[in-house]
């Protein structure tokens, strides 16, 4: 079973569309991350989230972390083709290594 | 701007070859990772390291072994690819438990 389970797993919408994408758990966790993958390269960091009920903005990207610190979601508005991408949420593992535990990602198509 | 650097970003070699992944950072990061990722699917740790000769086992059993031998050098090696072995390889490194910063990562073809 996953530890994070994000939907979903495929989206595909045209440019100025709305979209929200989750990523839930049962497991509670201090942080939660969300990076961006473009193709061929790898993800880099969108956010990290650490207190319940969170909410950041960055530009057309609004994140938010649950209140009981076990799911968040990711909502875009107005897509652009330039958001094409997978969409990963990240958590540490258990103890102080820094891993990462990763969902198994949005790919997210947004066309013209 | 990319501060960890992998080679070679492609590479297509046949069965029962040794093989190589090169993976270095400037961070001055302790930690380093590997992670093994299908095309658009998630990333399974296969490798990390705490720091100079240190190395442990990820998450997804691999055949592959690491060094490190040097802080920002973490070489992945493969002593006789298969064709299971097809994927890309990601490595990334950090300090504490900082975000992961990221390798554009190895594709790789084992025919």
């Known amino acids: 079973t996953q530890l994070l389970e994000q939907s979903p797993q495929f989206l595909s919408i045209q440019e100025g569309e709305n979209l929200t994408v989750y990523c839930n758990s049962s497991?509670?966790?201090?942080?939660l991350q969300w990076y961006r993958q473009e193709p061929g390269e790898g993800p880099v960091l969108l956010v990290t989230?650490?207190?319940?009920?969170e909410v950041k903005k960055l530009k057309r990207l609004t994140f938010q972390f649950g209140d009981a610190r076990k799911d968040s979601s990711l909502h875009i508005t107005a897509a652009q083709t330039g958001d094409t991408g997978l969409y990963l949420c990240a958590v540490h593992g258990s103890s102080n290594t820094g891993k990462l535990i990763f969902g198994q990602g949005t790919t997210l198509q947004v066309k013209p | 701007e990319a501060d960890i650097y992998q080679t070679p970003r492609y590479l297509v070699i046949g069965t029962g070859k040794k093989i190589t992944l090169e993976c270095s950072q400037t961070?001055?990061?302790?930690?380093m990772y590997w992670y093994q990722q299908d095309p658009g699917m998630e990333l399974h740790l296969i490798h990390y390291s705490y720091g100079v000769n240190s190395t442990e086992k990820g998450d997804l059993s691999s055949e592959s072994t690491v060094s490190r031998i040097r802080t920002e050098h973490f070489p992945l090696t493969l002593e006789s690819a298969r064709p299971s072995h097809t994927s890309q390889y990601l490595c990334?490194?950090?300090?504490?438990?900082?975000?992961?910063?990221f390798g554009n990562g190895t594709r790789l073809t084992v025919t």
């Open positions: 989230v650490v207190t319940g009920g």
């Open positions: 497991s509670v966790f201090s942080s």
């Open positions: 961070m001055g990061h302790d930690k």
């Open positions: 990334a490194s950090t300090i504490d438990t900082s975000p992961l910063h």
